[in-house]
């Protein structure tokens, strides 16, 4: 299992940025994934998932609005839209996938996830 994720910089407040992950060895379309971050000496947080079939999307109340979560199967890939950025959306940003097929529920729990992407940093300058 690998995955990569890309996408982050640095943007001035009320900008926005595209994270993307391309995943590798599973079976992408059978798995939810989700995004999560980690800013300085914080702990990692949930910031948005998707579920496997893509019927359903959750997010953290701190980007609700602001970000979108999406998959495309073709492409193995998930993506994280991130529109009116704030400096305290500054974090090391991971894309993540659930440990077993179809696991749906608590998304928003990082004991859910098994396999991690190598983060990508977003900065988000005021």
């Known amino acids: 299992v690998q995955l990569q994720a890309f996408g982050g910089g640095l943007v001035q407040a009320g900008g926005f940025l595209r994270l993307s992950c391309v995943a590798s060895g599973f079976t992408f379309s059978g798995y939810s994934l989700g995004w999560f971050r980690q800013a300085p000496g914080k702990e990692r947080e949930f910031v948005a998932a998707?579920?496997?079939?893509?019927?359903?999307?959750y997010y953290a109340d701190s980007v609700n609005g602001r970000f979108t979560i999406s998959r495309d199967n073709a492409k193995n890939t998930v993506s994280l839209q991130m529109n009116s950025l704030k400096p305290e959306d500054t974090a090391v940003y991971y894309c993540a996938r659930v440990a077993a097929l179809y696991v749906s529920s608590h998304l928003h729990d990082i004991s859910r996830y098994a396999y991690w992407g190598q983060g990508t940093l977003v900065t988000v300058s005021s």
């Open positions: 998707i579920r496997w079939n893509g019927d359903n999307t």
